[in-house]
């Protein structure tokens, strides 16, 4: 991931921490060549520009050289996890059933970390204190989750589990969006790649799973505003208010151009390429 120029204040389980982490996102993922990744390589594969010691060795131009997939990406804490909880600090290269155990495990961590970052933030939402003790009941139970070895992780049904976490935060986000003032668009998984949003007065808006790729919302206010699941791949944000929106994550920001005058959550980082 890329370098950012401040320092969120998320959890800091939730955020990589490549250092600890036995480079399990340049090795169990698929890179496919295309605009993110300058070459194909199958899951399983290390990375070429991966280092002996599980370091990058183009980290410092991932973007020049046509990774940019790999300045997106955000495991959430997950690479750590499992690098030295579920696997006890035994790295994949130690041997072939690790290495595939490993693989399979990440994903599945990723995504039980990506539901804790969701939930703890909506515990943060003062609107959303009615729900905060069944909040912190599933987020309990996620965590619980996420500290079992790699076969309780392959035998978690996680469709399931991500349905009651998405139920919840559902219902979180209504009270939420509920305090913004005027009436609220309902743009949940639309179609808005392109649009033109500029000034754009989108306070309290679902944009769950809205499709933004290209879209223009400079200068847009998006506070109180559903983001969770938005694509907002080269989404022009530069000037745009973004404080106060909820479920937003870095790998969005990530993929997105704004500039210093956008305004972020506390918890997200400004991208050292805007």
């Not at 965590?143 to 070895?149: P, S, V, W």
Request: glycine share 10%; charged share 25%.
């Amino acid at each position: 991931m890329d370098d950012n120029d401040s320092a969120g204040t998320g959890p800091s389980d939730l955020r990589a921490d490549c250092g600890n982490c036995f480079g399990l996102c340049c090795v169990a993922l698929v890179f496919t060549a295309s605009s993110d990744f300058a070459v194909s390589k199958p899951a399983g594969t290390p990375c070429a520009n991966l280092q002996p010691d599980f370091g990058c060795g183009i980290h410092a131009r991932l973007r020049q050289s046509g990774f940019t997939g790999c300045t997106v990406y955000d495991c959430f804490g997950a690479g750590q996890k499992v690098s030295q909880l579920t696997f006890g600090g035994r790295d994949w290269r130690q041997d072939a059933d690790t290495a595939r155990r490993m693989f399979d495990a990440f994903p599945l961590m990723r995504q039980l970390h990506e539901l804790l970052w969701y939930l703890t933030e909506a515990l943060t939402l003062e609107p959303a204190r009615p729900l905060h003790s069944d909040l912190a009941q599933l987020r309990a139970e996620t965590e619980d989750l996420t500290q079992g070895g790699p076969e309780a992780l392959a035998a978690l049904d996680l469709p399931a589990h991500r349905e009651r976490v998405n139920a919840l935060l559902l219902r979180t986000s209504e009270l939420v969006r509920a305090q913004a003032p005027g009436r609220r668009r309902e743009r949940r998984g639309a179609d808005l790649i392109g649009a033109r949003l500029k000034g754009a007065d989108l306070r309290g808006a679902n944009l769950r799973g809205a499709y933004l790729i290209g879209a223009d919302l400079r200068g847009a206010d998006l506070r109180l505003a559903d983001l969770i699941g938005a694509d907002l791949r080269d989404a022009r944000l530069g000037g745009a208010d973004l404080t106060g929106s909820i479920f937003l994550t870095q790998a969005q920001l990530n993929a997105a151009k704004g500039d210093r005058d956008t305004r972020l959550p506390a918890a997200l980082d400004r991208p050292g390429h805007w």
